[in-house]
């Protein structure tokens, strides 16, 4: 309920649409209210001055006058903690669908002041701000975010807040980041191993016992009854499978038309995995997906990232 509330709150406060960045806050999108402890501070002055009002005492009429003079101090500067704030930058490497993505918000602040207290959240589910630290007026902060789908996430609107200096105010204001963040595709939890590599590098390097074990891994769905360890499985109480040394100058083909008995999103989840796989084993490979000119053959990380990349954007079937 309290969400819903909130929610509907925000479409009377700006932005109210998505805004290229940087964003610079002004008085005009810096909102202030008291905390709980500021409407307690309140009543207590309130309290204070009917009682020297009442009983005729002048030295509680100025302490009740100097705390309310405080109490409105304190707005004041709470949202001076926010004016002239700039919002610079928001990035984040990009992670397979489901797991926690980390942003990186950059603000800078050129007017000198000193800004302490800023917290970083996402709205409406602000419970664990990041704390966005300025050292001399620059600074970010890093926030999780999850993701559930590959392909583009629409960034939400972030909220900036402060309760400095006294606690008696809450100053806070959004941004709503325009750029979207990439996230790959899920791999394959389980499934057939790596493809073995082509070419002429391939027929003359390939060990053709495969008796020299490389290391063990887990049994995946596919893999062929000869290549499984019995003593070592064993001993650990799961199956475990040889992998055997590949030749350096193989290159491995990822087709999608290879995988066509798979429904769409399998299909994608598993070139994933083998993109990883081939990776992490050094191992030169090319992705051919449909209506795309293939990509590589290469290895290197940027090779990795135009693989996911293509396989995150891929329509849906």
């Known amino acids: 309920m309290r969400k819903r509330v909130y ?28 905390t709980r402890f500021g409407l307690f501070y309140a009543v207590l002055v309130a309290t204070m001055l009917l009682g020297g009002l009442n009983y005729n005492n002048n030295p509680a009429l100025l302490l009740a006058l100097l705390l309310g003079g405080t109490g409105l ?15 610079t930058a928001i990035d984040a490497e990009p992670v397979p669908a489901g797991q926690m993505m980390l942003l990186h918000v950059h603000a800078k602040a050129v007017d000198g002041r000193v800004r302490r207290g800023l917290q970083v959240a996402l709205d409406p589910d602000y419970e664990d701000p990041a704390l966005l630290d300025l050292q001399p007026g620059n600074g970010q902060a890093q926030l999780l975010i999850p993701t559930s789908q590959r392909g583009w996430l629409e960034l939400p609107r972030l909220r900036i807040a402060t309760c400095h200096p006294l606690g008696l105010a809450r100053a806070w204001s959004h941004v709503w980041p325009q750029t979207p963040m990439l996230v790959y595709p899920r791999p394959e939890t389980d499934g057939p191993p790596l493809p073995e590599g082509s070419g002429e590098d391939a027929k003359a390097r390939l060990h053709p016992s495969g008796e020299d074990p490389h290391h063990l891994r887990g049994y995946r769905h596919g893999d062929s009854r000869r290549s499984i360890a019995w003593k070592p499985s064993a001993r650990h109480e799961s199956l475990l499978v040889r992998e055997y040394q590949q030749p350096a100058g193989a290159d491995i083909v990822l ?38 000119p293939a990509i590589g053959p290469s290895q290197s990380p940027g090779h990795r990232h135009d693989c996911l990349r293509a396989l995150a954007l891929m329509p849906d079937g």
Not at 12 to 27: C, I, Q
Not at 271 to 276: G, N, S
């Open 73 to 87: 101090a304190s707005l004041v500067a709470a949202q001076l903690q926010l004016s002239g704030l700039a919002v």
């Open 255 to 292: 087709e999608w038309h290879s995988l066509g008995g798979l429904p769409h999103e399998t299909r994608i989840s598993r070139l994933a995995r083998w993109v990883d796989e081939a990776e992490r084993d050094g191992r030169r490979y090319r992705l051919t997906l449909p209506a795309q």
């Open 7 to 34: 929610g509907w709150a925000l479409t009377f406060t700006r932005p109210r649409d998505p805004e290229p960045l940087p964003v610079t806050f002004d008085r005009r999108r810096v909102y202030v209210l008291p």
